[in-house]
């Protein structure tokens, strides 16, 4: 009898889904025991370990010893004998059936069931771990919930909740500092963190993110002075103020301080320049500021107009020659009349007087007019002087 190629048993199937199971169920229902008998067999040797098959078999078995004693031939009575046999062994295949379902159900099932509720814990688990390296904490309290629909006793997935929940208040007050930090407000960043502190000291950089945040409070509480003599038009208080800040922190503001210092020294040298009148030491200083304001700012057009009238200035007060001091003061009283609160002008005036006189002395009355005439129109306080020199002399 010619058989099917077996399978190795690495490939095997399920044994009713095997083409020799079918065929010898096929040649059982046809009452064909014989053949059964040599298909079971030949299972058998495949499955060893099957229970139902085993029964299948010594049922065939039977049926062909009785076969062997039956006379052959044909009667109502042998016809009903074969029915009854028949159902014999449906029943008794249906009981097997039974028997294995049941075993199935009680011993099989529930190490499968156990084993994908083994799976899914520890997926769950990793996925949970895997999450709150990650930071994704709404991931991780997720995978934990669905952990916790599975195992609602369990305490480590309590405990992993509560620390899931307490990860996230951290990380919500840590976002909500550098948030905070990012727009400067330093007071209600100290206020969070310390909050933070609270709860972990040694949450991520917290130290030296509270160390920067304070820093930066007193940095800003220096500002903030500064900024209030800047508004008050106190230049000194302004410049020493900004220049503070630089040395603490250069990164500070630094385009505003940058802005400010740069407005507080050149206003504070014209300031000085304007109080100083004649006073060379306090026209230096005003140089000074306004050269300092040049640091900042080298080209601007008004810083250097400003240093260059201050040099002339200082220039024409600290020279020893009256001509060269006239010719000096006469450039700045050109471009700018009210230089030095008019205190350059006033000076012009005086040294154009007595330069007049000296003319007149020496019977140079050509050029002691022409200095009366200058001194005479100059915007000064009181020229009445040089007005009736003029008149005398004409």
Request: aromatic share 8%.
């Amino acid at each position: 009898m010619d058989y099917e190629f077996i399978s190795p048993p690495d490939s095997l199937p399920p044994l009713h889904e095997h083409p020799d199971y079918v065929k010898g169920m096929a040649y059982i229902e046809a009452g064909q025991w014989q053949q059964a008998v040599e298909m079971l067999q030949l299972l058998h040797k495949i499955y060893p370990d099957e229970a139902e098959l085993k029964e299948l078999l010594d049922e065939a078995q039977m049926r062909v010893t009785m076969a062997r004693f039956q006379p052959a031939r044909k009667s109502k009575r042998g016809r009903r004998h074969r029915t009854r046999r028949l159902l014999a062994g449906a029943l008794v295949t249906i009981i097997s059936a039974l028997l294995l379902y049941a075993a199935y159900e009680l011993w099989i099932n529930p190490l499968l069931v156990q084993e994908l509720r083994l799976r899914q814990v520890t997926r769950l688990r990793s996925l949970a771990d895997e999450a709150i390296v990650a930071g994704d904490y709404t991931q991780a309290r997720q995978a934990l919930e669905q952990l916790q629909e599975i195992l609602p006793k369990d305490p480590e997935t309590k405990a992993a909740l509560s620390r899931i929940e307490e990860a996230e208040k951290l990380s919500a007050l840590y976002q909500e500092a550098e948030a905070l930090i990012a727009t400067g407000s330093w007071d209600q960043a100290l206020e969070t963190l310390t909050e933070l502190q609270s709860l972990d000291a040694q949450y991520r950089d917290l130290p030296q993110l509270l160390q920067v945040v304070q820093e930066a409070q007193e940095l800003d509480k220096q500002f903030q002075a500064a900024e209030e003599a800047f508004a008050q038009g106190d230049w000194a208080e302004a410049v020493a103020g900004y220049e503070v800040l630089q040395q603490a922190n250069i990164s500070f503001k630094f385009e505003e301080i940058q802005a400010r210092l740069f407005e507080s020294q050149l206003k504070y040298g014209q300031m000085l320049l304007t109080e100083g009148g004649t006073d060379p030491a306090q026209v230096s200083e005003a140089l000074e500021h306004v050269s300092a304001a040049l640091k900042v700012r080298p080209m601007d057009s008004e810083a250097l107009d400003e240093r260059r009238l201050a040099e002339t200035y200082l220039a024409a007060l600290t020279s020893g020659d009256r001509d060269q001091t006239i010719e000096l003061l006469q450039t700045i009283y050109d471009q700018r009349p009210d230089y030095a609160g008019q205190a350059a002008a006033q000076l012009l005036y005086t040294n154009l007087l007595t330069r007049a006189d000296a003319f007149l002395q020496t019977d140079n009355k050509a050029a002691a007019l022409d200095d009366y005439q200058t001194a005479a129109t100059l915007s000064v306080e009181d020229p009445s002087e040089a007005q009736e020199k003029l008149s005398e002399l004409k």
